[in-house]
């Protein structure tokens, strides 16, 4: 827990800070409320969750008659967490063999260290892992998953390094799915390349892979994971919309959120989907292969604002 309050320092400082001196005593009037809304509205947190949380803590302040401003931070804290739990969705991996992971995303988000952090994540509990290297845009990409998979033992499928051929990344994908048939893996996971929400050809062309795969084994992909980088804030939104439009995203992975003060675009995600809200698999807190931990409301909370 310790690991995470220090990945999450940055937003601790902006939000964290700032909340400690507002709850610091005094009188809960409509100025407090205002000067709450301004800090929830400028920590990326969005205009849906601000006022959701804002609502709920009203309600809080008015049923348990809290008057002192010091006890606002344990009432903030509280409808943080009732409006982050519904993102907590645990990936359970056990249901088909092998279990099919896409991964999708735009340019840059962390997809392919993501990858190396899942595999070693899978591995540690003790199942069975193969990649396949679909991101046949960006050499380097193909490169760092073979080093990675060499380093850790994992088998990768990649495309020919011949330059001169071009390589369809369905097709990569397609055979990985196979191959881990064959060798009673647990786990695919397969990267793609990154591609703008606004490059209408790429979007069309991993809806194909997504397709492709599903010839390969007929309910896969089992799991379509959009990786998000907290960095973007409430650009974040935006991307979730364009490619659940595309591929029904299944789950999201929100990266990054250790270079970042805009830790807030969790709740900005829960606040866009209050009815649905999507499942948030796991957090990137770190570039290490141990910075990837699974998505938890309260261990969340309790770390941004202890
Ligand atoms: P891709 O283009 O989406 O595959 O992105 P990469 O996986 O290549 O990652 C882009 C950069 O982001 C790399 O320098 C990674 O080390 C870095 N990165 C990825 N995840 C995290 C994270 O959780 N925290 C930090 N600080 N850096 C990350």
């Known amino acids: 827990a310790s690991k995470l309050k220090q990945g999450l320092s940055r937003t601790r400082q902006n939000l964290g800070k700032q909340l400690s001196s507002l709850f610091s005593g005094g009188k809960i009037d409509e100025e407090l409320y205002e000067e709450l809304e301004t800090i929830l509205l400028t920590s990326d947190i969005g205009v849906n969750a601000t006022h959701q949380l804002l609502e709920n803590l009203r309600k809080q302040v008015k049923r348990d008659a809290l008057t002192d401003s010091m006890q606002l931070k344990q009432a903030l804290k509280k409808s943080l967490i009732a409006m982050l739990e519904p993102l907590a969705q645990p990936l359970d991996t056990t249901t088909h063999k092998p279990f099919v992971i896409m991964i999708a995303g735009v340019n840059g988000v962390g997809k392919t260290t993501s990858i190396g952090k899942l595999a070693k994540y899978f591995q540690t509990q003790g199942q069975s892992v193969l990649l396949a290297a679909g991101d046949t845009f960006r050499a380097a990409a193909r490169e760092q998953l073979i080093a990675w998979g060499e380093r850790n033992n994992v088998t990768v499928i990649a495309p020919d390094s011949d330059p001169g051929k071009k390589s369809d990344p369905a097709a990569i994908i397609f055979d990985a799915v196979n191959s881990a048939k064959a060798r009673g893996i647990d786990i695919v996971l397969a990267d793609t390349a990154g591609r703008l929400t606004t490059q209408l050809h790429l979007m069309e062309e991993i809806k194909k892979v997504k397709r492709v795969i599903s010839k390969a084994m007929p309910d896969a992909p089992h799991e379509v994971l959009l990786v998000l980088d907290a960095n973007t804030g409430q650009n974040a939104i935006t991307q979730v919309k364009a490619f659940n ?60 604002l202890d």
């Open 245 to 304: 439009d595309a591929l029904n995203v299944t789950g999201l992975i929100l990266t990054k959120l250790d270079g970042t003060a805009k830790g807030g675009v969790v709740a900005a995600i829960a606040g866009q989907y209050p009815e649905n809200p999507p499942a948030l698999r796991f957090i990137g807190v770190g570039e290490g292969l141990d910075d990837l931990r699974p998505f938890d409301a309260g261990e969340f909370v309790e770390a941004l």
